[in-house]
């Protein structure tokens, strides 16, 4: 159905946009017929498995119409002479399609051609034809006493010998037929071919000797910016109602008693915070809180106690809850670690949906650690939303442990060690090594407004080198695959703005970005 839609109501090039992404069919359709694709989720579970199944497909390769290939395959068609023009690959020209003539009578009628081929035929024809009145001439008392012989005419030749016939008759037969067959069948490509056509833009042809995989695309987050809301009479709501501003923290810290007509967000992300818990790398690095109480600070909303297993000790945790719409900056995290170490808390929790850039470069202040904990877009519903304790509705995945090594030239690499992980049970924070990444990304100069990939690494503890053999059918390049299997990136230069940016992804589809400066 998706593909139907895509063909009716687009060209190749196209855009088509997709703002619910699911298991990315609209954009798998879209990139195997040569539309370029945008596709939105809220979910980065759904974002993850379009990754995953848009990277590891297999498409056809069909012929660009702005191809040599493509030219002559035209010309084979239209039965034309090859185009001289010079060629771009562009996907804007379309594919070559197969199609199928609009015959009108006078298609037929004032085509030259089928008079060329006509005379090119007979004389093939005519000698066989001579050759078998011949034969039968000579044969002929033996064939009927009763009829004086009479030259065959073209349209009276039989298909197969009758059995009254001499059996040299056969192969004259055979070859007449065939001709004649032949015949037909070029006068009646001519004719289709200077029809009229009708494209057939589903059937474009295929060129089995080449194997095409996924063009260049990207996967963003949110972008760095605020998002303005506005309520049910389209009036402007003021930023502190949505999680900035003392007056709103102070309420929900206070307990703050849900308007009428809906639930307060808030409120029931702490009640599902106090169920569910925080979820890092490992099970058993789960934060499980003993209490959960409001907090009456500017930023902090709540007050959170969890054990430390391996000394046993209480620990404090102050709870800072992001917007409902839009991100965390790392003014945000910076007052409210600074409230935090005030009130004398252990570590910040901070709990958002999405993070800046910059906010990343933020892990401690003083002696508060600072985890910032993504929520699961599954708490958008969260007034639908049964509070089980089931999923991982809030997961710490860490900083990606980035070390930049010198190369030749003045260039510089980046190696990946891992990605830091805060333990609650230690209070340390250890390093998960690169197994637990499936993926990362590099922007070699970012611009602080838009990630750009332009370094591509996949690691993991199980090398998907197998499974895109299988996928692709083919043997891959081993050197070249391992300059994307691995933890160290290729050299490049310095970037111009002075900044790079380094995207991690996990098996589970959650990511983290961190932007590094650079001298």
Known sequence: MIQRCILLSTDPGDLVLDPTCGSGTTAYVAEEWGRRWITIDTSRVALALARARIMGARYPYYLLADSKEGQRKEAEVTRT???????????RHGFVYERVPHIMLKDI????????????????????????NDL???????????????????????????????????PLLAQWWELRIGRQQEIDASIAAKADQEYLYDKPYEDRSTVRVAGPFTVESLSPHRVLVVDENDDLVQQGTYGHGENFIAERGRGYTPQAGGDDFAAIILENLKTAGVQQAHKEDRIRFTALTGWPGSYICAEGRYVEQEHGKERRAG??????????????????????????FDVLIACAFNY???????????????????????????GDLANTGAGNLFVIFGEPDIEILPAADGQ????IRGVDVFHPQSGEVRSSGPDGIACWFIDTNYNEESFFVRHAYFLGANDPYSSLKTTLKAEIDAEAWESLHSAVSRAFDRPETGRIAVKVINHLGDEVMKVFSLP
């Open 356 to 382: 800046d850039a910059h906010s990343a470069e933020f892990e401690k202040l003083g002696r508060v650690p600072i985890l910032k904990a993504r929520m699961n877009a599954d708490l958008h519903m969260a």
């Open 136 to 170: 039968l001439q000579a044969h002929w008392p033996a064939i009927n006493k009763k009829k004086p012989f009479k030259p065959l005419a073209e349209w009276e030749i039989p298909r197969e010998r009758p059995d009254n016939w001499p059996a040299a008759a056969a």
């Open 109 to 132: 009628a004032n085509n030259a051609e089928i008079d060329v081929i006509w005379d090119g035929y007979q004389e093939k024809l005519e000698p066989l034809r001579a050759q078998l």
């Open 319 to 344: 709870i800072f809850i992001g917007p409902e719409f839009g991100t965390v900056s790392r003014i945000d995290l910076v007052s409210a670690a600074r409230e935090a170490g005030d009130a004398g």
């Open 81 to 91: 002479a090859p185009s001289t023009a010079p060629t771009y690959g562009s996907l």
């Open 412 to 415: 510089i690499q980046v190696q």
